[in-house]
C-alpha cells in the first residue's frame, strides 16, 4: 500500500520558550563569568532557578543583568549556543505545517539581541513575544522550562497542552505534560495533530 501524500495535518500554534529550551543559557552565563572570574562552573553545578546569584558572587539578580548586558558588545543571549537537534525540531514541525512562535522572556537590553539571535540561528519563527506573561499569548501548546511560567499557563490557558522541558530547576506540575527531548515533544504534536484530525 502507497503511503497517503500530502496528508492533511491540523496546523498549531506551538509556543516555544527560548532561553533553557532552545538556547543554553546556563552555558551561556557560565562561559563568562568563568573567564572573567577565573571559576570553574560546570552546567552540572546549576541545581535551581535562582543560581545565578546563588553559584556567583554577585549579591542579587540587578548585579547579574547589569554583568551580562555587555559581554564582548553584546548581551548574553547574543551568545548562546542552541542545543543540539533543537532547531532542526522547530524547522521540521514548520515544515509539518505548525506555527513556530516564540515566547521568551528578556531584559530591555537583550531585546534587540534575542531578535538577531532568533534570526542567526535559523529559527522558523512565525511571531515572535517577549513578555513575562506568557498566557497572553494564545497557542495550542506550550513548551517551556520556567517553574514560574509553567502553573501560570495552566491556569489561564487550560484549553492548551502545557509542557515541562525537564530540567534540573524545575518539577512536575499538575497538567503538565513532561518532555525530556525534542524527540518527545515532536512525538507528542505529531499525536495531537492527529487527534484534531478524527
Request: proline share 5%; hydrophobic share 35%; with cysteine.
Amino acid at each position: 500500500m502507497q503511503p497517503e501524500l500530502n496528508r492533511y495535518v491540523p496546523r498549531m500554534r506551538l509556543g516555544i520558550d527560548l532561553d533553557g529550551v532552545v538556547a543554553n543559557f546556563t552555558k551561556g552565563w557560565m562561559t563568562f563569568y568563568n573567564r572573567d572570574y577565573g571559576t570553574d562552573l560546570k552546567v552540572e553545578d546549576s541545581e535551581t532557578w535562582h543560581d545565578l546569584v546563588n553559584l556567583t558572587h554577585f549579591d542579587d539578580i540587578g548585579e547579574f543583568w547589569e554583568w551580562s548586558s555587555d559581554l564582548d558588545g553584546h548581551s548574553v543571549f547574543w551568545h548562546l549556543e542552541t542545543f543540539p537537534g533543537a532547531v532542526e525540531a522547530l524547522v521540521d514541525l514548520d515544515s509539518d505545517g505548525h506555527d513556530i512562535v516564540v515566547v521568551t522572556t528578556k531584559p530591555h537590553f537583550a531585546h534587540d539581541d534575542t531578535y538577531e539571535w532568533i534570526d542567526r540561528n535559523g529559527l522558523p519563527a512565525k511571531e515572535v513575544h517577549i513578555t513575562a506573561k506568557k498566557w497572553t499569548v494564545a497557542c495550542d501548546v506550550y513548551l517551556d522550562d520556567g517553574p514560574y511560567n509553567l502553573p501560570g499557563l495552566v491556569r489561564h490557558r487550560p484549553e492548551a497542552t502545557v509542557c515541562r522541558y525537564v530540567r534540573p530547576w524545575n518539577d512536575p506540575v499538575v497538567g503538565v505534560h513532561d518532555i525530556h527531548d525534542f524527540d518527545e515533544f515532536r512525538g507528542l504534536v505529531g499525536r495531537l495533530a492527529e487527534t484534531r484530525e478524527m
